[in-house]
């Protein structure tokens, strides 16, 4: 698994607004739109594209066009929705599937409560969305889930993460090739397996429930 910080003075700026108490849900939703496009400007450098022949005003050319199949994104119920805009600005031409899973609170296992996705991934670059890697459980359990379905090659978009996320996330994803993107590595998970110092509760303070 390769993980990379992006590091960018937007991004850290933007970063910072974010995990402000007061930033208003309105503010979290431009600024998560604003930082998953600094981010998967970054996350698609691997994409595959294809030469192609066009016309310009002037003369023609070989120019160069994403490559069929298109890409796939994956934002994780509920709180990855909150990231797809900023992703399908950056990639307009992708196919967007869902995955819902919630993590329980009190075992901290893993269930999948609803899946929207073609039933073949075969050949197909699936970018993963999500907003916090904390303990590593839903986002592992969602990879596992799309390599079953023969993705090619996984890409996964988080704001934060923990250190034992990561790690946890290694142990699990085995030998499987994924790419994970970040805007920082936290300091580490509370007793509640909440980020420190994190910025809450992504979904709560995406639509507007945060207390």
Same mark, same amino acid.
């Given at each position: 698994?390769?993980?990379?910080?992006?590091?960018h003075?937007?991004?850290?700026?933007?970063?910072?607004? %974010?995990?402000?108490?007061?930033? &208003?849900?309105?503010?979290?939703?431009? *600024? /998560?739109?604003?930082? =998953?496009?600094? !981010?998967?400007?970054?996350?698609?450098?691997?994409?595959?594209?294809?030469?192609?022949?066009?016309?310009?005003?002037?003369?023609?050319?070989?120019?160069?066009?994403?490559?069929d199949?298109?890409?796939?994104?994956?934002?994780?119920?509920?709180?990855?929705?909150?990231?797809?805009?900023?992703?399908?600005?950056?990639?307009?031409?992708?196919?967007?599937?869902?995955?819902?899973?919630?993590?329980?609170?009190?075992? %901290?296992?893993?269930?999948?409560y &609803?899946?929207?996705?073609?039933?073949? *991934? /075969?050949?197909?670059? =699936?970018?993963? !969305?999500?907003p916090?890697?904390?303990?590593?459980?839903?986002?592992?359990?969602a990879?596992?889930?799309?390599?079953?379905?023969n993705?090619?090659?996984?890409?996964?978009?988080?704001?934060?993460?923990?250190?034992?996320?990561?790690?946890?996330?290694?142990e699990?994803?085995?030998d499987?090739?994924?790419?994970l993107?970040?805007?920082?590595i936290?300091e580490?998970?509370?007793?509640?397996?909440?980020?420190?110092?994190?910025?809450?509760?992504?979904?709560?303070?995406?639509?507007?429930?945060?207390q």
């Amino acid at each position: 698994m390769r993980v990379q910080v992006v590091e960018h003075p937007l991004i850290s700026h933007k970063l910072t607004q %974010l995990r402000r108490v007061e930033t &208003a849900s309105n503010q979290f939703r431009e *600024l /998560t739109r604003e930082l =998953v496009m600094l !981010l998967s400007y970054e996350a698609s450098g691997s994409i595959a594209t294809e030469p192609v022949e066009i016309q310009t005003p002037v003369a023609t050319m070989t120019g160069t066009q994403l490559a069929d199949p298109k890409p796939l994104v994956v934002p994780i119920l509920r709180a990855g929705l909150g990231m797809l805009d900023g992703m399908t600005a950056m990639v307009p031409t992708a196919e967007v599937g869902f995955l819902g899973m919630a993590r329980n609170e009190e075992t %901290l296992d893993i269930i999948t409560y &609803a899946e929207r996705l073609p039933d073949d *991934l /075969t050949g197909r670059h =699936v970018f993963v !969305l999500d907003p916090m890697l904390a303990t590593g459980g839903t986002l592992a359990e969602a990879i596992r889930f799309l390599k079953k379905a023969n993705a090619a090659k996984i890409t996964c978009i988080c704001l934060l993460a923990a250190p034992e996320g990561i790690e946890r996330l290694r142990e699990k994803v085995g030998d499987i090739e994924v790419e994970l993107y970040l805007a920082a590595i936290d300091e580490k998970l509370n007793e509640k397996s909440y980020i420190v110092p994190g910025l809450g509760d992504a979904g709560d303070r995406l639509y507007g429930l945060a207390q």
